[in-house]
């Protein structure tokens, strides 16, 4: 269950940190020009200089009016999901070596221990139910991803005595650990089901609870281009997160559950509460094999998940919770809304009603559900989970008389629990195993990347970037530029623009960046007309500002808001945009050493609108950035060829100076 801890670290302004020493200090001329962009109320009117978003933010959902605009928005968001999971292009799956055994019995099911390779020596745990007296040929099947307390949570007598007085749970013995009896229920319906363990639970331990969930400062230690822990730069500059590696061990779940012999693989449902639900919501918009989908406790236009499981750079930039679980569309969807923050979920505006139209839009708006249950608190207790026995009931055509009830059993004893015994030794963990599992995968990442055909390669790489910088070049976009203030109009994003040297129209257009006025006059040569530009807070000193969260972690700041490298790159495609359609040339972009990056994705990005890029000699790498603080800290650059790859896309347009 989420706490009231990981959820209200959050203040609603940002912080700018002590300034590091990174590269030299802007001149006098910069400082002065950052005065006049003040006066002209540039810093006001852009939305860019507003706070931060962070996880307790507002995210609406706003359903497309069109089957091809939505199959078109859920593209994007797939692809960014991907990416953001460290996903893209999807690796190939590793053998699993499956383990199954110690059998024990309960009324009407049978449970037996789990454990599996996600990647080679990382292996996932849990319980696998199955019908006590199955029917004839293959069965249903159902996974189950537990969220926060794993599914060893109990909540003793006293708890769940409480829960029974208020009609949250109905038995003394099994209510006590809600997740196991929803798994017990659903065997007694005829479903296979799989209870895996989160990372950090149970005896899923190779990474520690500590590291998985509670993480909060930053490991010098674990920085380094050659060895490097989860949270570092590097990892981030990998796309590797706790969450993305969470995500693998969902879908592999989804593998090794339906390659059992007696499960039907074309009727398999998803089900988990708060960060189980997190999981299902994921597995729904990822994996086309769920046919039924239940996410509780977690889809919400409000708070997104406060634990660093649910988090990762780039995941939920210019969306959230209600919009990514609406990619189940229209297959069936079903949660509740409680006393948390789904307590709005019903009100116009907040969630459902959006979900719902989309579902009416698509012409199956009886495949989405959301009772109304904010008498309980957060929960996945006795009374949802039979809302959710009903919803498997009709859609996986289970063929029960409704209504379904829980039966009571026998809890299962700890013995009966534990996956590691003496037999099945618990595997190696700990700081070893970290470093061996991020740079296993970035030998993966790397390997697959590297191999692909050139034209495919091309392609992905396209995508790649477009998402960790969050824009294509729109050459058809709108703009303003009126006292040296370019407008994007659609955005309301305004970038500093001055002519230096104004001739007559039709000369070719040399954008400088980095530069002053006065630098510009000396180096400027020929009849050409020389344009300056000034980039979000290009002017400004030491560290990026982070959201208020005091745990140091990349993902709540770049999870929702794109890098200040990256907002750079969105005003010099702004302007390449603009520059092409006022002069009908492309531009020559012309960087110093502290812009050559920035120029260099955004001609790239911009492909034949920019004509040519002279840039100062520099040997930066993103890989050699050891903060996520730095201001040319870009999530995935790394992952997606670093420099080099920009320098190769480039080509012949590149020139250095």
């Known amino acids: 269950m989420q706490t009231r801890e990981e959820t209200d670290m959050n203040l609603p302004f940002t912080f700018l940190a002590p300034r590091p020493s990174l590269g030299t200090r802007p001149s006098l001329g910069t400082l002065a020009l950052a005065l006049l962009l003040c006066s002209l109320g540039l810093a006001a009117k852009d939305p860019r200089h507003g706070p931060l978003k962070d996880l307790n933010g507002f995210f609406p959902f706003n359903p497309p009016a069109t089957a091809e605009e939505w199959e078109e928005r859920s593209e994007e968001l797939k692809l960014r999901l991907l990416v953001a999971n460290g996903l893209y292009p999807m690796p190939e799956k590793t053998p699993l070596n499956p383990v199954i055994h110690g059998k024990v ?36 099947a159902v996974l189950c991803p537990h969220g926060h307390g794993g599914r060893l949570h109990d909540l003793g007598k006293a708890g769940v005595r409480r829960q029974i007085v208020i009609g949250a749970e109905r038995f003394e013995e099994s209510g006590r650990m809600p997740k196991i009896a929803r798994c017990g229920t659903l065997a007694r319906l005829g479903c296979v089901t799989f209870l895996y363990d989160m990372m950090g639970y149970a005896d899923n331990r190779q990474i520690s609870y500590q590291l998985a969930h509670r993480f909060s400062k930053q490991r010098p230690g674990f920085e380094g281009s050659d060895s490097w822990g989860l949270y570092s730069a590097q990892a981030e500059l990998r796309l590797q997160s706790i969450f993305g590696i969470q995500t693998w061990n969902s879908l592999r779940a989804l593998d090794f559950l339906a390659s059992l012999p007696d499960v039907d693989a074309g009727r398999i449902g998803v089900t988990g509460g708060s960060g189980g639900g997190t999981q299902t919501i994921l597995l729904g918009a990822l994996d086309p094999r769920p046919i039924a989908s239940f996410p509780n406790g977690m889809v919400s236009s409000s708070m997104q998940g406060g634990c660093t499981c649910e988090n990762a750079s780039l995941l939920r930039i210019g969306t959230g919770n209600v919009e990514l679980a609406a990619l189940f569309a229209p297959k069936p ?3 509740t809304a409680a006393d948390d923050w789904t ?21 199956k708006p009886e495949n ?10 957060h929960n996945f207790n006795y009374v949802s989970r039979a809302v959710m026995y009903s919803w498997f009931n009709r859609h996986m055509k289970l063929g029960h008389e409704e209504p379904i009830v829980e039966e009571d059993f026998k809890l299962l004893s700890p013995e009966e629990h534990a996956v590691w015994n003496e037999t099945h030794p618990e595997p190696e963990g700990g700081e070893k195993l970290e470093r061996k599992l991020t740079k296993w995968l970035a030998d993966r990442d790397d390997s697959l990347l590297v191999n692909l055909p050139p034209g495919e390669k091309k392609i992905v790489f396209r995508k790649a970037w477009e998402t960790i910088i969050g824009r294509k070049y729109d050459e ?21 623009l001055e002519a230096v040297e104004p001739t007559e129209e039709g000369d070719q257009p040399i954008l400088w960046l980095g530069y002053e006025s006065s630098e510009i006059k000396r180096l400027s040569k ?8 000034i980039t979000f807070r290009e002017e400004k000193e030491g560290f990026t500002s982070t959201v208020a969260n005091k745990r140091e972690f990349a993902g709540y ?5 794109h890098s200040r490298f990256a907002r750079q790159v969105h005003d010099l495609l702004s302007v390449v945009s603009y520059l092409k359609k006022k002069h009908g040339k492309a531009p020559v972009l012309r960087a110093s050493a502290a812009m050559r990056e920035q120029a260099m994705t955004a001609a790239y990005l911009s492909g034949g609108a920019v004509s040519g890029l002279k840039v100062a000699k520099s040997d930066f790498r993103f890989a050699s950035l050891t903060d996520y603080r730095d201001p040319k800290f870009l999530p995935g650059a790394v992952k997606y060829g670093d420099v ?4 190769q896309a480039l080509g012949k347009k590149l020139a250095v100076e």
């Open 476 to 496: 058809k976009a709108d703009f303003s530029h009126k006292k040296n203030r370019l407008v994007h109009l659609p955005s309301g994003e305004e970038t500093f």
């Open 557 to 561: 700041t770049h999870g929702f808001n």
């Open 105 to 140: 019995e309960r009324p009407g099911f049978t449970v037996e221990k789990v454990y599996f390779e996600s990647v080679p020596g990382l292996y996932v745990t849990g319980l696998l139910f199955r019908p006590e007296n199955p029917k004839k040929g293959k069965l249903p």
């Open 343 to 363: 307590r709005e979920m019903l009100v116009p505006g907040k969630g459902f009603p959006e979900i719902k139209k989309l579902y009416q839009m698509l012409g």
């Open 333 to 335: 969807i079903g949660m």
């Open 368 to 377: 989405a559900l959301c009772p109304d249950l904010t008498h309980f608190k």
């Open 644 to 647: 080099a790859w920009l320098k």
């Open 526 to 533: 020929g009849k050409n007309l020389h344009y300056r530009a």
